[in-house]
């Protein structure tokens, strides 16, 4: 399998996140991409490649423009306001009774108005690295559409939490939307998008939620208990001609391998059903027993397991990395997946 | 003037605000209370009176239940998961397609359920504090309903930025909206709110924005460029039974006494025509051109304008402490408008 890979995404590089009342170190790293870039070469999963620039043609497909001129302009005008010395966070969001428009002229206001939360720091360089990102997830998209079985795009910043017009769950560009939404345009009827990060994948679900042409299937931590918290449930199954085609199964914190599996074959027959012309697979490994942020049990072979599981599926895939946070075992959980498929 | 105070008020002490990306050192802070009764005492104006307990119904009549609810029993919560060694700060939030409801069984899920903002610590006693400056509102409110033709509740924490159901802004319950309230359901047949608070206060706008019988005028710097952002805007005027009795004056940074007063004026001809049987101050200090966090030019002089000119109007009247942060000048700028009232 083909690995695409840009060294630009290394370039956001967070030093903290708020949690708890704190700054604490963040989690999402350069390294996590580091270290599953070793494993896919030391393992020799295949060629690993240069992203290609698509522009920002499929970007502005995915999310509002105003939201994307913010992400490119902003670490401008936060240096011009002299502000650089601190990466930027927002503290005020527009909820309930406040009004997302008009956008604040103040870059403060702008910052909450295009945001979901208050972990995800801006950085001199999100902007060149999450667009990195983006156009890794596109060129894995493209290898398939060219006839590969499967691609993975290695892709870093994640994407899946980031809506249409928000950034937030440390994601900027949502990687697997711009994807299918790109395999849409360039000829496929059907996309079905699988979400096996252990937490939902929000934006992803809201971008095609009143669409019918765009499956999409999330398994994760029941969102009553786990980040974000304010998306994932049972009881949303979409809107519009969207209705049907869109599936959660939200699991207790604590499931094992055992205990995700049914879901996952649930998950397995809906994509029989639908017959996608490409699977999106957005791939956490956040599952994993010792990820230092998440409560599932998966060991190590439990991601062999899953990706033997969707091999079987024999469906065109592209794999794109979203969370895991247990960095030392993430290239190998990753790779374990990405292996299995390809036997499977 | 009577003053109402408890020093259970001074019982929410919040260590930081996050800020810029940073934990910087909270500014809504115990101290600006005392400074204030030091200086409602050195310049005799008049008793300071404890506050009686209303109990819960007022506050239900303003808040909803599970938000209220929220607030008693949190930091129990937060102590039993083993978390009390830091306060609280919420660090996601449900904005544009992420549901407010169900409301999340997980704390932090919680937090981000019931609040605006980042900056609004929640602490070990927030809520005797909150519960005891809302009771000082209410005292005020008596005070005037009983033939005073003034009151001063000093409240603190402050409460014009809290909404039905969410804290944020330093503020945790809406005082004005909880007196303004009671004075409705005690015989005013209308009651008008005047908020001279540096910021807008979107919680008490957005409380009544359907009502007809509590009007809502507010005086403030432009949400384009401050704090809170998304509301306070010329455009909002109300809805359904409440159209046209919302106005705002949203005015630029740096504006000074001159081009403030226009303003004032237009608010003061709103209050005479709209002719209320009570009137409540929403009394914030940051417009003075000291102060920390607020782009104003008020002289410690112009706030003895504000209160002649309120005095002039001839109205029972509530005063109600929200913000001001330049704590030194606090006392003074604060008895200057209640002291000229009283001569106005």
Redesign the interface.
Known sequence: MKTVFSDDQLLHAPR?E??????KPAVEIPSRAEIVLKTVKARNLGDILEPSDFGQRPLEKVHDKGYLAFLECFWGKWEAEG?AS???????????????D?V???I??QL??Y?????T?LGARTWEAAKASANTALTAAKLVHEGNKAAFGLCRPPGHHA????F??YCFLNNAAIAAQWLRDNGAERVAILDVDYHHG??TQ?IF?DRPDVLFLSIHAD?????????G?GDETGVKGGTGFTKNWPLALGTDWEGYLPALEEACHWLKVFKPDALVVSLGMDCFENDPISGFKFTSDDFSRLGARLGKTGLPTVFLMEGGYAVDALGTNCVNVLEAFEKG
């Open positions: 903290h708020i949690s708890d009342g704190q700054l502000r601190a990466e930027a966070f927002p503290f005020i969001w527009p909820v309930r009774s406040l009004r997302a008009p604040p002229d103040h403060d206001g909450g108005r945001s979901m939360d208050a972990g720091p809506g249409k017009d928000f937030g769950g929000n934006g809201a939620y969102p009553r208990q786990e980040y974000p918290y304010f998306l449930h």
